[in-house]
């Protein structure tokens, strides 16, 4: 059962979003913020429902971008979230030992854009023709006769017992070989 979802989940995903970093990030809020919100409930009931609302609304926005089906802009949108964060990241000067350079802004990628970059700039390459499938070993044929026409027909040797058809008549017989 469980893999009769699973197929279907997959073919309803095509050609939609998905999951990617804001989405995630949407949901890790959506999760915090409900949490957050039972510790108002005490404190201030219209507190409780606001946050309770923007969490819900933050899971409401990261499942309308997974089922997005405008790929192109959620790709867009999701990589202006990556480079605005990416400010905040990791700096290169604390990866790098004290003989090092620092890398240039413009230089300083995350993986996921390099990967983007790869497959943009990769030369154009002609698709490598196919392998030519093995010749596969044809079985020795052998040749008989038809008993009814004398018609000489050949048919695989080493089969055990089978019924050759005549083409010529139609006649069936059997022939051990």
Request: contains cysteine; hydrophobic residues 35%.
């Amino acid at each position: 059962m469980a893999e009769g979802f699973k197929d279907r989940y997959a073919e309803y995903m095509v050609g939609r979003n998905g999951g990617d970093a804001l989405s995630l990030t949407c949901l890790i809020v959506a999760i915090v913020l409900v949490v957050l919100s039972f510790f108002c409930v005490g404190v201030n009931p219209f507190l409780y429902v606001l946050v309770l609302l923007l969490g819900i609304a933050s899971a409401a926005y990261a499942a309308l971008r997974m089922n997005s089906t405008d790929v192109v802009s959620r790709q867009a949108e999701n990589e202006a979230f990556l480079g605005f964060f990416q400010r905040f990241g990791r700096k290169d000067d604390e990866e790098a030992g004290e003989g090092e350079e620092r890398r240039p802004r413009r230089e300083r990628r995350s993986r996921r854009e390099e990967e983007y970059d790869f497959e943009e700039e990769a030369p154009a390459r002609e698709p490598e023709p196919e392998p030519e499938p093995e010749p596969q070993a044809q079985p020795e044929k052998i040749v008989v006769t038809c008993e009814s026409c004398g018609q000489q027909l050949r048919v695989p040797s080493g089969k055990g017992n089978i019924k050759v058809r005549c083409p010529k008549c139609s006649n069936i017989f059997q022939l051990f070989t």
